[in-house]
């Protein structure tokens, strides 16, 4: 790939889809025992400092696992930063438990602010089965997040894809995005299978994709844009243009790139697609799908 040009690339803005916090004398994340190396507080005055002179304008929290007896408290927290308009974060995805029983009542807490856009539940942990996201209970509160306007972010192995493009059939009212371009593998030798599901899933017209968090992947090990080049072209084209976002996964991508690297490898690969497209899958598709214009 040509450097120069992914350098010179026009300085779009950024809208941020994937922007975590987390504030450890506030909140508990029981995962972290498992990351050593992100185990400390992220707070908003860090994520400025990593982001500085990307052109980075907004950004949409997405939950970060706290401990279930926390996650009221970390909604409130993070709708209560976007009301607050000081910093970057413009909306919110919190975390919940679509197959619980209180999972309506959960949701009524927040009816009507403005500031939620969504739920997510990571389907990947060790402690759910390969299916759970098709079993009934769960089905019925995905169906209640379109019920009440609310999108479902799926963030699972990429072995299960097929179950993903299950589960939006069986929900029709409900708007999904796919994270992390379906937890693609960086270094995978053979992406066919990969490739196969992601174009499965991708022609639900109601899913949109992150091009975000494939460098977890890539954890402990050198990699060039050349490496990520593959996985994030292959979710471009299957999904196109207008279903397609950006997603910066900060802190997590730490684990492998700053803020910066990731950035300016995703700049280079893009370089050669046209100006509407990259600005789309920068900007412009964020703030349609998540009313920040």
Same mark, same amino acid.
Request: charged fraction near 25%.
């Given at each position: 790939?040509?450097? !120069? =040009?992914g @350098?010179?690339?026009?300085?779009i %803005?950024?809208? *941020? ?5 987390? &504030?450890?004398? /506030? ?15 992220y707070l ?16 949409v ?15 409130e ?5 976007c009301a607050?308009?000081?910093?970057p !974060? =413009?909306? @919110?995805?919190?975390?919940g438990? %679509?197959?619980? *029983?209180?999972f309506?009542?959960?949701? &009524?807490r927040? /009816? ?6 969504g739920?997510r ?14 079993e009934p ?26 179950d993903?493009?299950k589960l939006i059939?069986?929900c029709?009212? !409900?708007?999904?995005?796919?994270d ?25 017209e109601?899913v ?9 992947s890539?954890?402990g090990?050198?990699w ?8 994030v072209?292959?979710?471009l ?7 397609v976002?950006?997603?910066g996964d900060?802190?997590?991508c730490t ?15 893009v370089a ?22």
């Amino acid at each position: 790939m040509d450097a !120069t =040009a992914g @350098a010179n690339a026009d300085m779009i %803005p950024i809208i *941020d889809t994937h922007q975590h916090l987390w &504030d450890l004398t /506030k909140f508990k994340l029981p995962w972290l025992s498992g990351e050593p190396a992100l185990d400390k507080s992220y707070l908003q005055s860090d994520y400025l400092k990593a982001t500085e002179g990307l052109g980075v304008e907004k950004s949409v929290y997405m939950e970060v696992d706290v401990a279930e007896d926390q996650q009221v408290a970390e909604a409130e927290y993070i709708l209560g930063v976007c009301a607050s308009g000081k910093g970057p !974060t =413009a909306a @919110a995805v919190i975390s919940g438990r %679509p197959a619980s *029983d209180g999972f309506a009542a959960y949701l &009524d807490r927040f /009816k009507g602010n403005r500031y939620l856009k969504g739920v997510r539940q990571v389907l990947h942990v060790p402690s759910l089965p390969r299916g759970y996201c098709l079993e009934p209970k769960f089905v019925r509160g995905i169906r209640l997040l379109g019920e009440r306007g609310l999108s479902f972010d799926l963030c699972m192995r990429n072995t299960e894809l097929r179950d993903a493009a299950k589960l939006i059939d069986l929900c029709p009212e !409900t708007r999904f995005i796919l994270d992390h371009c379906g937890n693609g593998d960086v270094r995978s030798k053979d992406r066919t299978q990969w490739k196969l599901d992601i174009d499965e899933v991708s022609r639900r017209e109601r899913v949109v994709c992150k091009v975000s968090g494939i460098l977890a992947s890539a954890k402990g090990g050198a990699w060039s844009a050349e490496d990520l080049a593959p996985i994030v072209n292959h979710v471009l084209d299957s999904f196109g243009p207008d279903r397609v976002m950006f997603g910066g996964d900060w802190p997590v991508c730490t684990l492998a790139a700053t803020y910066r690297q990731w950035v300016e490898a995703l700049r280079l690969i893009v370089a050669s697609r046209g100006d509407a497209e990259r600005r789309k899958l920068w900007h412009d598709n964020a703030a349609h799908y998540y009313g920040l214009a």
